[in-house]
């Protein structure tokens, strides 16, 4: 079995959840994505495998979304740059294996990359 990347934010719950249901299913390697940020052509390498539109990969409560000057309709481009900026946007928990990837928002969603 490959070894799944989550990116992972250890206070976040569903986040916590994502990486127990993974872990007890096999190896699991985890990337603290807020102290580890992924610049602009990771996040879009990670969209990519995604198969979502890039403001599902964003969240949009956060204050940060509002203090950039973001909305749902904002383009791709000022997404990426928002993200790679404050890391905090991006929403979690991501968990990538290969070439798929997922949003595990529910936490179990994560189980469709085994």
């Given at each position: 079995m490959a070894v799944i990347l989550l990116w992972h934010n250890p206070?976040?719950?569903?986040?916590r959840a994502a990486l127990a249901l993974?872990?007890?299913?096999?190896?699991?390697?985890?990337r603290r994505y807020l102290e580890d940020a992924p610049d602009e052509a990771?996040?879009?390498?990670?969209?990519?495998?995604?198969?979502?539109p890039v403001i599902e990969m964003v969240r949009r409560k956060e204050p940060e979304f509002k203090a950039a000057g973001l909305c749902p309709e904002a383009d791709d481009a000022a997404l990426f740059a928002a993200m790679a900026?404050?890391?905090?946007?991006i929403?979690?928990?991501?968990?990538?294996?290969?070439?798929?990837?997922?949003?595990g928002?529910?936490?179990?969603?994560?189980?469709?990359?085994?």
């Open positions: 206070r976040c719950s569903k986040s993974l872990e007890e299913r096999g190896p699991v390697e985890l990771e996040l879009r390498r990670v969209h990519a495998l995604l198969d979502r900026a404050h890391p905090k946007l929403e979690r928990p991501i968990a990538i294996t290969g070439d798929r990837a997922v949003i928002r529910p936490p179990e969603a994560v189980l469709d990359l085994l």
